[in-house]
């Protein structure tokens, strides 16, 4: 069963090694991290600082599981939640192994209920880049609607790139 959970220090061996496993899988869609991000002790720093944004409340790390097992991760960054603005932004990864299953799908709709619902957000909006398809259908299946193309948005794999933007809205609030 897939699940979310606040990321620990403890998944660290695991998402390394599945990092190591998916490099080439994951780099077109990424940042590139450096070196670090495909250890043990990187993806520990990784955590902590994602730890201490979720102690801030500006951004929350999950992993995503499958019966326990680490199969990736999705983080809502850029948490605002002010009086007139209540957003967030998703960014999602699945190892190479789980790819075409539905995780990344069933991630994302557990992810927008906290956003939601423990958060109070509003708004919800995810990036891509135009030529990935498969997850802009991760998106769609979970009601995100495109809102425009962002130039020079974020530098993945080494360059600035454009990216879509998508956005899905809070339907209980007004």
Not at 21 to 43: I, K, N, Q
């Amino acid at each position: 069963m897939i699940a979310i959970r606040p990321v620990v220090p403890g998944d660290a061996e695991a998402v390394a090694a599945l990092r190591r496993e998916g490099r080439d899988y994951l780099a077109p869609w990424e940042p590139d991290r450096g070196e670090a991000s495909y250890t043990a002790a990187g993806v520990r720093e990784t955590i902590a600082a994602s730890l201490e944004r979720a102690a801030a409340g500006t951004g929350f790390s999950y992993s995503i599981t499958d019966d326990d097992r680490v199969v990736g991760g999705i983080a809502l960054n850029t948490v605002v939640r002010g009086p007139y603005f209540r957003s967030c932004s998703f960014g999602y990864w699945v190892a190479r192994s789980e790819a075409g299953r539905g995780v990344a799908t069933e991630a994302v709709r557990l992810a927008k209920a906290v956003a939601f619902g423990e958060l109070g957000l509003l708004r919800v909006q995810a990036e891509t880049l135009p030529h990935n398809t498969a997850s802009q259908k991760v998106l769609a299946r979970n009601g995100f609607e495109p809102i425009g193309l962002a130039p020079a948005y974020l530098k993945i794999a080494g360059k600035w790139q454009d990216h879509l933007l998508f956005q899905v809205l809070n339907p209980a609030m007004d």
